[in-house]
């Protein structure tokens, strides 16, 4: 599959279609479509390609938009894996923090286990055994 013809927006999808790609690549779905709703409706900043009218990749930026950014949810249709949308996602991600992190900001992010390469070559690095301390964080169930 090619990248040509994608459509990119900096815009949500819908809760209905956050969810389904969710399912899609095996990500937990306990929320209720308000709290996905209000989760998507407070992010910083939105990226999404579609095939079509098919979303097949998105990501977004969560954070208080000054000090600390969270990259979540860079989720690739199974189908379109492999094919380079996690790094145009990115990329339009990075586009997005260069202008929104400032000097002093802290971005952070949670990878699936076994991508930690592709955050990587965007320059993350793995915070466990640092001197900084552990990455850490708490599903709430």
């Not at 969710?22 to 390609?49: K, P």
């Not at 260069?98 to 900001?105: D, I």
């Not at 949670?110 to 320059?123: L, P, Q, S, T």
């Amino acid at each position: 599959m090619h990248l040509e013809g994608l459509s990119v927006d900096e815009i949500a999808p819908s809760a209905i279609e956050y969810r389904h790609l969710r399912a899609l690549v095996g990500w937990s779905n306990d929320l209720d479509e308000q709290s996905m709703i209000g989760s998507l409706t407070n992010s910083l900043y939105h990226v999404t390609l579609r095939n079509n009218d098919q979303l097949v990749g998105m990501a977004r930026v969560v954070g208080d938009g000054y000090m600390y950014f969270y990259i979540q949810d860079v989720v690739v249709h199974p189908d379109w894996q492999r094919c380079g949308i996690g790094h145009l996602l990115m990329e339009k991600v990075e586009d997005f923090l260069k202008l929104a992190a400032g000097p002093g900001a802290t971005v952070g992010l949670f990878a699936a286990k076994g991508k930690e390469g592709f955050y990587r070559d965007y320059g993350y690095l793995e915070r466990t055994g640092s001197e900084l301390g552990l990455g850490m964080c708490r599903f709430v169930n």
